[in-house]
T-cell receptor, first 115, second 110 residues
Framework: EPEVTQTPSHQVTQMGQEVILRCVPISNHLYFYWYRQILGQKVEFLVSFYNNEISEKSEIFDDQFSVERPDGSNFTLKIRSTKLEDSAMYFC?????????????FGPGTRLTVL | KQEVTQIPAALSVPEGENLVLNCSFTDSAIYNLQWFRQDPGKGLTSLLLIQSSQREQTSGRLNASLDKSSGRSTLYIAASQPGDSATYLCALVHNNDMRFGAGTRLTVKP
């Protein structure tokens, strides 16, 4: 059964460094998402992406974040200058959508630790 | 802004018991509602999805209901097993995003 994959499973970085989190969505999906979950807190929406552009973003998704679909298969989240508070589990999702239907399939997550 | 609340925050039951997890939400203009399971330190496993026009969905020992008019959903687990121990998340899906509750941490004791 097709699934969303994410790499790496765990990333450790120094504060101020740039990180790129990678996701391979399910191949026939057109809608892509990033979420994060700080330890012990709710899963929070970051951004949705369709037709090579951001369709919606939350207040968390500020100028230090960017997303890209560089080659038609990967979907990446870049954090330009990491802060300690960016430490979290980051989930990628891809999905299908209809007039009244929006189903998302989640990857296993990347645990980001900022030191 | 959609607010999603899950009650109780934690629940401990003996094996074999039937149980109900609750989810309430403030904005009924949703596409669908999904229930997920999350094991400690792991990703999200989708359990059930209820479209906005549906009232309930069933999968095995799980049954989820949706009442948009009252802003409530329930997840019913029949004949609970120790392997059901996990955190259960309710999520409301809008046009371009998904809003999660904080989850109910379920422990099923042998």
């Amino acid at each position: 059964e097709p699934e969303v994959t994410q790499t790496p499973s765990h990333q450790v970085t120094q504060m101020g460094q740039e990180v790129i989190l990678r996701c391979v969505p399910i191949s026939n999906h057109l809608y892509f998402y990033w979420y994060r979950q700080i330890l012990g807190q709710k899963v929070e929406f970051l951004v949705s992406f369709y037709n090579n552009e951001i369709s919606e973003k939350s207040e968390i998704f500020d100028d230090q974040f960017s997303v890209e679909r560089p080659d038609g298969s990967n979907f990446t989240l870049k954090i330009r200058s990491t802060k300690l508070e960016d430490s979290a589990m980051y989930f990628c999702a891809s999905g299908v959508k209809g007039d009244s239907y929006n189903e998302q399939f989640f990857g296993p997550g990347t645990r980001l630790t900022v030191l | 802004k959609q607010e999603v609340t899950q009650i109780p925050a934690a629940l401990s039951v003996p094996e074999g018991e039937n149980l109900v997890l609750n989810c309430s939400f403030t904005d009924s203009a949703i596409y669908n509602l999904q229930w997920f399971r999350q094991d400690p330190g792991k990703g999200l496993t989708s359990l059930l999805l209820i479209q906005s026009s549906q009232r309930e969905q069933t999968s095995g020992r799980l049954n989820a209901s949706l009442d948009k008019s009252s802003g409530r959903s329930t997840l019913y687990i029949a004949a609970s097993q120790p392997g059901d121990s996990a955190t259960y998340l309710c999520a409301l899906v809008h046009n371009n995003d998904m809003r999660f509750g904080a989850g109910t941490r379920l422990t099923v004791k042998p």
